[in-house]
């Protein structure tokens, strides 16, 4: 059994904050994947389901972010899960926009999600960085994550959550590489390989015009063609 962990903060007003893309991601594979309907649980909410042949928990800790290490830790303790069974779903400022990785293990960097979870489980579980990019200085930071993605962000933003999504069977197995190519192949999809090369069936580049017509402006042209 997996336990898939998505950081954010409860309620309306957070919803689209770039903090929230934890929850977003979570959203997406239960939506995607049919799970069924969210209950209330652990100081969360709860959605048990399939990915692939993986049983897998979804939570959305509903603690507010700087408390989801509490939250976690009851649904792990319920369960019997160790770290290793955990990955967790955050924004991460040090990634460019629509950038993803996959992590095991280390420091928190800061994140108050990831700090409280440390607190709580330790620091031996697995995360999927979602970049939000950074707002420039460390001082822009709190109100950079508690804003909005904005609109010009939501091609990019969809992508990636459907690649997350269309991936999380492979991660719920434990195949990183897997789910970091279905991510790829939603934010950076190969060009055609047909693209490059030359159509036989094209009709040929008309040879350039000589003469005193070459001279004229195609104004004038098409002036001549209503004289």
């Not at 959605?47 to 959305?60: H, N």
């Not at 967790?88 to 040090?94: Q, T």
């Not at 047909?194 to 040879?207: G, I, L, R, V």
């Amino acid at each position: 059994m997996k336990l898939f962990v998505g950081l954010g903060n409860p309620g309306a007003k957070y919803a689209m904050n770039r903090h929230n893309v934890g929850f977003m991601a979570i959203d997406r594979i239960a939506g995607d994947h049919g799970f069924p309907a969210w209950r209330s649980k652990f100081q969360g909410a709860v959605s048990e389901g399939r990915l692939g042949s993986e049983r897998v928990v979804l939570l959305k800790p509903m603690t507010f972010m700087n408390l989801s290490g509490q939250s976690v830790g009851e649904a792990m303790r319920f369960y019997k899960l160790d770290p290793g069974d955990v990955v967790v779903f955050h924004d991460e400022l040090d990634l460019a926009p629509g950038k993803c990785r996959v992590k095991t293990a280390g420091g928190h960097a800061g994140h108050n999600g990831l700090r409280s979870l440390h607190q709580h489980i330790g620091d031996a579980y697995d995360r999927v960085r979602i970049g939000i990019g950074h707002p420039g200085h460390k001082d822009r930071v709190a109100p950079y994550v508690l804003s909005d993605f904005a609109k010009a962000d939501q091609d990019w933003l969809d992508d990636l959550l459907r690649g997350m999504s269309e991936g999380a069977a492979a991660l719920a197995q434990g195949d990183a590489a897997r789910f970091m190519n279905a991510v790829a192949l939603r934010t950076a999809p190969p060009r055609s390989s047909t693209s490059a090369k030359p159509d036989a069936a094209a009709k040929p580049a008309p040879e350039p015009e000589t003469g005193p017509e070459a001279r004229r402006s195609p104004l004038q042209r098409l002036l001549d063609r209503f004289s």
